[in-house]
T-cell receptor
């Protein structure tokens, strides 16, 4: 079984703080996606990275794909309450499009 | 673009009955749809992969006779939970694959079996 371990599992921070979420695996993935999910809703795709070492920025969010394509990180600058949610990484292999989801990181941002 | 809908969003049923959940890709054709189950505060667990016009591929441990999947068109897949029991209560989420790399998720269906 391919496992994607995310850390931390839970993070509670105040508005304005920075944070990093990690997604690690012993397997190589051809693509890595990050999703954010709010309670009672489906996950929403934030970004897809496909190249080892790739860095993508989406406003205050910075995503990085490891050189070996086994790990990824999500960095949020100046967190806001609207960033609260469950963050999920998911790895894909080849063209099968089947995803392996990470264990999840629950982020809570308070005022 | 890439909108996926699910119906119903919530369903409550009695033990022993069957429940059908629909997943539709509204603005694109999806040759592959996926069905996931999510327990409270947990990540998504893939149940099966559904390809249009062929039998679904189930993950290990998922009973195919319990969770019937039909993918009759490029925009519709259905999951039927047969003879539902309280332990089947969960949040069921579908996704549709676009360009075989990205998946776009539906809003989920909360099933409660009494």
């Amino acid at each position: 079984t391919q496992l994607l371990e995310q850390s931390p599992q839970f993070l509670s921070i105040q508005e304005g703080e920075n944070l990093t979420v990690y997604c690690n695996s012993s397997s190589v993935f051809s693509s890595l996606q990050w999703y954010r999910q709010e309670p009672g809703e489906g996950p929403v795709l934030l970004v897809t990275v496909v190249t080892g070492g790739e860095v993508k920025k989406l406003k205050r969010l910075t995503f990085q794909f490891g050189d070996a394509r086994k790990d990824s990180s999500l960095h949020i600058t100046a967190a806001q309450p609207g960033d609260t949610g469950l963050y999920l990484c998911a790895g894909g292999k080849g063209t099968a499009s089947k995803l392996t989801f990470g264990t999840g990181t629950r982020l809570q941002v308070t005022l | 673009g890439a909108v996926v809908s699910q119906h119903p969003s919530r369903v409550i049923c009695k033990s022993g009955t069957s429940v059908k959940i629909e997943c539709r890709s509204l603005d694109f054709q999806a040759t592959t749809m996926f069905w996931y189950r999510q327990f409270p505060k947990k990540s998504l667990m893939l149940m099966a992969t559904s390809n249009e016009g062929s039998k679904a591929t189930y993950e290990q441990g998922v009973e195919k006779d319990k969770f019937l999947i039909n993918h009759a068109s490029l925009t519709l897949s259905t999951l039927t939970v047969t003879s539902a029991h309280p332990e089947d209560s969960s949040f069921y989420i579908c996704s549709a694959s676009l360009l075989m790399v990205e998946q776009f998720f539906g809003p989920g269906t909360r099933l409660t079996v009494l």
